[in-house]
């Protein structure tokens, strides 16, 4: 499978030039020989066959072929977490890309403060494992923001879950084709207060199994549940 690079916008079909970031991963990590073939797609469902022509220190001179664009995903699957610390939030923006995951929304909770938020740091992450995966559309990485903000927040998707240990799984709870929203909590949980705001705010408890899951391993967990529930 050829690798896939996300660009802001894909070239024209024809012959082109990149620079920057892309020209430098396929000159130096990647070592491109002319007659590679890449994907190039702009997370937004385009994307377009690319054959590498030549390699200089700072450009690749590409031959691009006709775009073609993927439908949009059927629903959104958003999930709200408490980020955890340093390399375990970098592991669940990675691993949730993966799985499934195409809104990241951190949250500051009671028992979460800020720890140095790193939007960019997290978005690069995103970026490789969407190309790593194949993921015609990039997941949306959101600004993190106080939960009970969120609950409060007109427009949010009707479908809209809390995670809370015993509660019906959530597998059985998600509809099919429609957007979904999934609070996880930190470690320690969500307070009192934080989980009767979400409550009053029309979030059904749902449960994510029989174990006491990390942060980063719920999230992955409630992302994959919900789309088992398409298997129903």
Same mark, same amino acid.
């Given at each position: 499978?050829?690798?896939?690079?996300?660009?802001?916008?894909?070239?024209?079909?024809?012959?082109?030039?990149?620079?920057?970031?892309?020209?430098?991963?396929?000159?130096?990590?990647?070592?491109?020989?002319?007659?590679?073939?890449?994907?190039?797609?702009?997370?937004?469902?385009?994307?377009?066959?690319?054959?590498?022509?030549?390699?200089?220190?700072?450009?690749?001179?590409?031959?691009?072929?006709?775009?073609?664009?993927?439908?949009?995903?059927?629903?959104?699957?958003?999930?709200?977490?408490?980020?955890?610390?340093?390399?375990?939030?970098?592991?669940?923006?990675?691993?949730?890309?993966?799985?499934?995951?195409?809104?990241?929304?951190?949250? @500051?909770?009671?028992?979460? $403060? *800020?720890?140095? !938020?790193?939007? =960019?740091?997290?978005?690069?992450?995103?970026?490789? &494992? +969407?190309?790593?995966?194949?993921?015609? @559309?990039?997941?949306?990485? $959101? *600004?993190?923001? !106080?939960?009970? =903000?969120?609950?409060?927040?007109?427009?949010?998707? &009707? +479908?809209?879950?809390?995670?809370?240990?015993?509660?019906?799984?959530?597998?059985?709870?998600?509809?099919?084709?429609?957007?979904?929203?999934?609070?996880?909590?930190?470690?320690?949980?969500?307070?009192?207060?934080?989980?009767?705001?979400?409550?009053?705010?029309?979030?059904?408890?749902?449960?994510?199994?029989?174990?006491?899951?990390?942060?980063?391993?719920?999230?992955?967990?409630?992302?994959?549940?919900?789309?088992?529930?398409?298997?129903?």
């Amino acid at each position: 499978m050829p690798a896939r690079f996300f660009l802001p916008s894909l070239p024209a079909a024809g012959a082109a030039t990149v620079d920057g970031d892309l020209a430098h991963h396929l000159a130096t990590v990647l070592r491109a020989r002319p007659g590679l073939t890449i994907v190039l797609a702009d997370g937004r469902g385009g994307s377009a066959l690319a054959t590498v022509r030549a390699v200089d220190r700072r450009t690749v001179t590409l031959q691009v072929d006709a775009p073609r664009q993927a439908p949009a995903p059927p629903r959104r699957v958003q999930v709200a977490f408490a980020p955890p610390r340093l390399q375990r939030a970098e592991w669940l923006f990675e691993h949730g890309t993966e799985v499934g995951i195409d809104v990241f929304q951190p949250l @500051w909770t009671a028992r979460t $403060r *800020p720890q140095g !938020e790193r939007p =960019d740091r997290w978005l690069r992450i995103v970026r490789a &494992a +969407a190309g790593q995966c194949d993921r015609d @559309w990039l997941p949306e990485v $959101r *600004p993190a923001r !106080e939960l009970l =903000d969120l609950v409060a927040e007109p427009g949010l998707p &009707a +479908a809209r879950f809390v995670t809370q240990p015993g509660a019906t799984s959530l597998a059985e709870l998600a509809p099919r084709d429609a957007d979904v929203q999934v609070l996880v909590g930190p470690e320690g949980g969500f307070s009192p207060e934080e989980h009767a705001a979400a409550l009053a705010a029309g979030f059904v408890p749902a449960g994510l199994g029989p174990h006491v899951l990390r942060t980063e391993t719920a999230a992955l967990v409630a992302a994959a549940l919900v789309h088992a529930s398409d298997a129903r």
